[in-house]
Nanobody
Framework: QVQLVESGGGLVQAGGSLRLSCAAN????????MGWFRQAPGKEREFVAR????????LYADSVKGRFTISRDTAKNTVYLQMNSLKSEDTAVYYC??????????????????WGQGTQVTVSS
């Protein structure tokens, strides 16, 4: 079992920045990669970014590439999402997720077996 707790969401003006954190507890040694997804009202949950736990290899959605940075601190069992140049279309609930099996399809929700409760990010224009 892996428990994930997100924090850092809030209200920010367009062009601003936020940093999300996701603390992992439990069987964290079995985590292969961590990901961030987001879900806006009326839309499906979509992939944002992913980082492998050991090598810190990263992957981003095209919509956030160059603006968002995912990182991890293995000593703290925490993954971060630094979000810069935020746009109104970034408004969503952001979820942290853990892949403990090393799936090959990296951008789909079913590759992640554990999820946090989500944190709201609202970008005002």
């Amino acid at each position: 079992q892996v428990q994930l707790v997100e924090s850092g969401g809030g209200l920010v003006q367009a062009g601003g920045s936020l940093r999300l954190s996701c603390a992992a507890n439990g069987r964290t040694f079995s985590t292969y990669a961590m990901g961030w997804f987001r879900q806006a009202p009326g839309k499906e949950r979509e992939f944002v970014a992913r980082i492998t736990w050991r090598s810190a290899t990263t992957l981003y959605a095209d919509s956030v590439k160059g603006r968002f940075t995912i990182s991890r601190d293995t000593a703290k069992n925490t993954v971060y999402l630094q979000m810069n140049s935020l746009k109104s279309e970034d408004t969503a609930v952001y979820y942290c997720a853990a892949d403990v099996e090393g799936h090959t399809l990296l951008r789909i929700t079913t590759s992640y077996g554990y999820w946090g409760q989500g944190t709201q990010v609202t970008v005002s224009s």
